[in-house]
Nanobody
C-alpha cells in the first residue's frame, strides 16, 4: 500500500503563486508515475499534471494549467511538487495527489486533498 499526503494549500489573491507538496510513504516502488488532480465544487475532477517516477521524469499537463504550473519531484525524498503561478479564481479547487501502479491504467492511490482558494 502507498500513502500520499498533500500540503501547501492556502488562500491566495488572483495573480498569486502557490506551491503544493505531496509526500509518499509505504510501497512507493510500486508506483511508476504520480501527479495532481483537482476538483472544484459542482465540477468533475480534472487532470492538473503528472510526472514519471524515473530519472527522465516525463511530464503531462492539463490544458488549463499549461504554461502556468510546473511539476517536479525529489525521488530520494519521495516528494512531488507543483508550483502554480498566475492563479485565477478558476484554479480554486481541492487538489489531490494521485499515484499509479506500474502496468495500471487508472490511478490507484489518492491523498486526502489540500484546498486552494483564489479570491480577492
Amino acid at each position: 500500500q502507498v500513502q500520499l499526503v498533500e500540503s501547501g494549500g492556502d488562500s491566495v489573491q488572483p495573480g498569486g503563486s502557490l506551491k503544493l507538496s505531496c509526500t509518499a510513504s509505504g510501497r512507493t516502488y510500486a508506483m511508476c508515475d504520480w501527479g495532481w488532480y483537482r476538483q472544484a465544487p459542482g465540477k468533475e475532477r480534472e487532470l492538473v499534471s503528472t510526472i514519471a517516477r524515473d530519472e527522465g521524469g516525463s511530464t503531462t499537463y492539463g490544458d488549463s494549467v499549461k504554461g502556468r504550473f510546473t511539476i517536479s519531484q525529489d525521488l530520494p525524498k519521495n516528494t512531488m511538487y507543483v508550483e502554480m503561478n498566475s492563479l485565477t479564481s478558476e484554479d480554486t479547487a481541492m487538489y489531490y495527489c494521485a499515484g499509479r501502479r506500474c502496468g495500471r491504467v487508472d490511478y490507484d492511490y489518492w491523498g486526502q486533498g489540500t484546498q486552494v482558494t483564489v479570491s480577492a
